[in-house]
């Protein structure tokens, strides 16, 4: 029978992900269902658990997005170490009534930085903006790359500080560069080769208080919205700086979880290509 998937969110109806992963099915030859799953704000847990039980094939898997990925790092019965790091997951496994939970958003990010941009966050200078849930679910992954240095700012300095110190005594993992917390302000006088936008300005079209000089030569900015320009591209483009958004981030983390899934890792290229052309 059919294996079934799903992404869940609220709201949904803007989601890319039952097309890409359709493109990755017909391409690895999966057999596999994948629907979109509009889930009440306080009613995910139950959508979840009618999804996985209702019948037509059995439920292997969901992807999550807003606003319940930290839900979905509660419901999770076992998770990996990128996940614990988190605090948040968009990737359940469902196996004889366990629930697996992980993060592939960090993966994503990196995988599109360095495969499909050329720019390889190892030895780079990083600056990442915001301290919420799309900041945290990156950090990890981008320390493992050892970049020359991480530097997270916040509006809130106290946040970001409180951040990087969790991260700088993360257990368990081998990370020679500890990351840095601070204010806008407290940028005053620095330069990045890789600045990355995990606030939600893209989405409220605010702009955020960054020195002109924020961006080095040759630096790379990458919004993690996609679909839209935003103040912070238009900022960086005046700034001479490459600018990317998270379309390549959102087909790689889909790609991340389809190999979770069923084992095969697809290819992205063909896929990021031709979510370009609906653009």
């Known amino acids: 029978m059919t294996d079934r998937y799903a992404v869940f969110g609220n709201p949904i109806g803007h989601s890319q992900s039952p097309r890409i992963h359709s493109l990755f099915a017909a391409q690895t030859g999966q057999d596999i269902s994948y629907q979109a799953i509009l889930a009440e704000r306080e009613g995910f847990v139950a959508a979840v658990s009618a999804f996985i039980a209702a019948g037509e094939g059995p439920a292997r898997g969901a992807n999550v997005t807003v606003p319940f990925k930290e839900e979905a790092f509660r419901l999770a019965t076992q998770r990996t170490p990128r996940a614990e790091a988190a605090g948040a997951v968009n990737t ?14 960090g993966a994503g990010l990196v995988r599109d930085l360095k495969h499909n941009l050329g720019c390889d966050p190892s030895g780079r200078r990083i600056l990442l903006l915001g301290a919420g849930g799309a900041a945290r679910g990156v950090i990890l992954p981008l320390l493992l790359e050892n970049p020359a240095e991480l530097v997270i700012a916040n509006r809130t300095e106290e946040t970001a500080a409180r951040l990087a110190l969790e991260f700088a005594r993360l257990p368990g993992c081998a990370i020679d560069v500890k990351p840095d917390g601070t204010g806008f302000p407290g940028l005053a006088g620095r330069r990045f080769d890789l600045v990355i936008n995990a606030t939600s300005a893209g989405l409220s079209g605010a702009v955020l208080p960054l020195p002109t000089f924020v961006f080095a030569p040759r630096c790379v900015a990458y919004e993690m919205v996609y679909g839209r320009v935003t103040p912070f591209m238009q900022q960086a483009r005046a700034a001479g700086a490459r600018v990317a958004d998270g379309l390549g981030m959102l087909v790689e983390q889909a790609a991340e979880a389809f190999f979770i899934w069923r084992g095969v890792r697809p290819h992205t290229a063909p896929v990021l290509a031709a979510l370009k052309e609906r653009e």
């Open 92 to 105: 359940l496994s469902f196996d004889a009534g366990a629930i697996s939970g992980d993060n592939t958003d």
